[in-house]
């Protein structure tokens, strides 16, 4: 019988998790948060007795460390021990860029804990039967700088490029299974989801997460 994959209420959980079950390992004590944000993993990085290292594209809060991934890491920071890098690999013109410089900025046996929109999810592919795109990945998506669609195997291709390996795939953002549809288009919408999810597990989840270990 077939492992299942396990299933994640959001992304904080996942990476939550992931960190407790990886971080004990860890080459160092160092967590990066790339794409910070607010700080929304700050309690969780600290509670494990690591050092939080936040960076970001803009500045949300006074102390992130401004990085742009198209470029190295800034110069005078800590390599890490481990990445988390949770929804921002699909605002990225050049991801395998990215990820590289990721690369370089991890610790060998480093882990990096990613979560990115799953473009198999059943809402994606119901979008792309009835209008032609995928859900999350709209025109008007480009005001959120939706520009890298991340297919999973693209995705490991990228990471086992920059010489990262693959060691564990989860379904995320699950929130919405529990969601009960009122209207007669949302019913529909709603058992065609259920099905396009039982023939395939992996239509499951908003987004989908890898933990990959630098070699």
Do not use: C
């Amino acid at each position: 019988m077939k492992n299942k994959i396990p299933l994640f209420l959001n992304r904080t959980v996942f990476a939550e998790q992931m960190i407790d079950k990886y971080f004990k390992n860890s080459p160092n004590h160092i967590i990066s948060d790339i794409g910070a944000g607010f700080g929304y993993m700050e309690h969780k990085i600290i509670s494990v007795g690591a050092i939080w290292q936040p960076f970001d594209y803009v500045k949300k809060m006074d102390f992130s460390i401004i990085w742009d991934l198209n470029e190295q890491a800034p110069i005078n920071v800590s390599k890490a021990g481990m990445v988390i890098f949770l929804e921002v690999l699909e605002h990225l013109g050049n991801p395998l860029l990215g990820i590289q410089h990721i690369a370089n900025h991890t610790e060998k046996g480093g882990i990096l804990i990613l979560t990115v929109p799953n473009p198999q999810s059943s809402k994606n592919r119901i979008n792309l039967l009835m209008k032609g795109t995928l859900y999350a990945f709209q025109e008007k998506h480009l005001a959120e700088y939706h520009v890298f669609t991340p297919w999973e195997h693209i995705v490991k291709y990228f990471l086992e490029q920059a010489g990262f390996e693959i060691v564990e795939y989860a379904i995320v953002d699950t929130y919405y299974l529990n969601d009960k549809p009122k209207s007669i288009k949302g019913k529909i919408k709603y058992f065609l989801e259920r099905i396009i999810e039982k023939f395939d597990p992996k239509a499951k989840g908003m987004s989908y997460g890898l933990v990959a270990k630098k070699l």
